[in-house]
């Protein structure tokens, strides 16, 4: 019925809107996107009550802008990983620097990517939608929380 690769993007989207935990910096962590994608599919899904032209509109949206958003991804985890070398080597600091600014670029590139893309979707989505998304991301949040307090509690 529905597609792993658009809930992801409604899970972007909704940490995107401040739905649940803060975006990095422009781009979600890894660990955040992982935990996000594990959340139960069809609960949200159901709760949105998506129509087939929701759900059309919102992959054409994701597809639109889907190889520039992965190239600029890619070129900053690439820059990133370059900075973490430079520092640890004997580049000097305008080096570091040059890059540092390479980063903060490519950061700022998609943030803004994910922006646009994130208002465009935004549109899509009745008030009822917007709301009930809200809720769900954030219940999905306090039960995150709660599980890695547990989780901290019961180490040995």
């Given at each position: 019925?529905?597609?792993?690769?658009?809930?992801?993007?409604?899970?972007t989207t909704?940490?995107?809107?401040?739905?649940?935990?803060?975006?990095?910096?422009?781009?979600?962590?890894?660990?955040?996107?992982?935990?996000?994608?594990?959340?139960?599919?069809?609960?949200?899904?159901?709760?949105?009550?998506?129509?087939?032209?929701?759900?059309?509109?919102?992959?054409?949206?994701?597809?639109?802008?889907?190889?520039?958003?992965?190239?600029?991804?890619?070129?900053?985890?690439?820059?990133?990983?370059?900075?973490?070398?430079?520092?640890?080597?004997?580049?000097?600091?305008?080096?570091?620097?040059?890059?540092f600014n390479?980063?903060?670029?490519?950061?700022?590139?998609?943030?803004?990517?994910?922006?646009?893309?994130?208002?465009?979707?935004?549109?899509?989505?009745?008030?009822?939608?917007?709301?009930?998304?809200?809720q769900t991301?954030?219940?999905?949040?306090?039960?995150?929380?709660?599980?890695?307090?547990?989780?901290?509690?019961?180490?040995?």
């Open positions: 019925m529905f597609n792993h690769k658009l809930f992801s993007l409604l899970t909704a940490l995107m809107l401040g739905f649940s935990t803060p975006i990095w910096v422009g781009s979600i962590e890894p660990s955040q996107a992982q935990r996000f994608e594990n959340m139960p599919q069809g609960e949200v899904l159901k709760k949105l009550n998506l129509s087939n032209t929701q759900m059309q509109q919102l992959k054409a949206i994701r597809d639109r802008n889907k190889d520039t958003l992965k190239s600029s991804t890619q070129q900053l985890r690439q820059a990133s990983q370059d900075i973490q070398n430079l520092l640890a080597g004997t580049a000097s600091t305008e080096q570091i620097r040059s890059k390479q980063v903060q670029n490519l950061k700022q590139q998609v943030a803004k990517l994910q922006f646009e893309q994130m208002l465009a979707m935004r549109e899509i989505l009745t008030p009822q939608q917007r709301t009930q998304l809200a991301m954030a219940q999905f949040k306090g039960n995150m929380r709660q599980r890695l307090q547990d989780r901290r509690q019961n180490r040995p």
